[in-house]
């Protein structure tokens, strides 16, 4: 059998290896902690549960879904953006349902890509809009993430000829996985550097509602003429726990959502109207779990600040996300570190250089482990750190 060039052409999965490790370490009776992976713990909150159980049993919505989503899901879609950040978007043509965000950001390539075209990705980043543009015969730019330029990408060092070639500028922010957070005027700035060079601005916002201390995630849609080019990825999957569920949405500039909808009828068949209208129960139902789930996740942030700054270990706690990005110690690497935790105390990280080359020098701990998983974990990193 031969598989397609383009397979080949992909990154190899970092990860591959560690999950081998873990398998090996599961094997031999090991306890381990996981700050691996970024899967919420917590569970969906129970009438978002409710409401899909409710809506599985209503033979309406058995059928193929609508291509374009429930109009009503869509309706809650460009409320939420109303009151939340005071956008005002067209549910017909400036909103399309995702099967999870992941699924739109890995197709927006396709729809905006042409081989040799340039997208221009940071760096580190989740992984998909790499391999989007790969499979897409697009050529990756990656732009360096670092603590110097608070892991906002340099747009100025760009050159002619690359910007040139570029298409598409992703962002995400409060960022995976830096943690990384910006304010409004870094988006305003990105807009009109994409307006300047036809760029289409691509902002993955998931974790725009798990924020800390006061800060009030924006969105890029907010600045002035952001809708003449800018798209913003959502999903419910951080805000609501429901990683499992398969649902998101894309947002913003009318010509890009309907290339991305045109390509979507040829792919897809939509998302289950019953996971539509528990997404409309998430959306419009009471917030109070989202607000316990963003104060357990400062809780665990605190702890895991707190007890690596007692060993030497200093990490600003991050304003958003799920994530901590932390340097490894001297004489060590992403990779070599990151075995080390699991050969030592059975800790699992995620390597940083899984997320790009300029990740190199971190580990990426997530917060969805309980409390007492995560004070074990401390002290498990206090006997072999100091
Ligand atoms: C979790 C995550 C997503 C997407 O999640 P879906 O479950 O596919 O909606 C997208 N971007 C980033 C950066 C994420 O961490």
Redesign the pocket.
Known sequence: MRTAKRIEKLPPYLFAEIDRKVAEAKARGADIISFGV?DPDLPTPQHVVEALADAARDAATHRYPSYTGMPEFRRAIADWYERRFGVSLDPDTQIQPLV????G?FHLPVAFIDPGDVALIPDPG?PVYETGTILSHGEPELLALTAENDFKPDLDALDEQTLERARVLWL?YPS?PTAACVGLDFFTTAVEFCRRHDLLLCH?A?YTEITYDGFVAPSALQVPGALDCAIE?H?L??TYNM?GWRI?WVAGATEAIEAIKRLKTNIDSGIFDAVQRAGIAALEGPQDDLLATIETYRHRRDLLCDGLKSMGVIVEPPRGSIYLWVPVPEGHNSESFTTYLLDQADIVVAPGNGYGPSGEGFVRFSLTLADDRLEEGVERLRKIVT
Do not use: H, L, Q, V
């Open positions: 970024g999870g965000s992941k699924e950001i989740y995400n995976n993955d998931a990825f999903s999957s951080k990683t998101g």
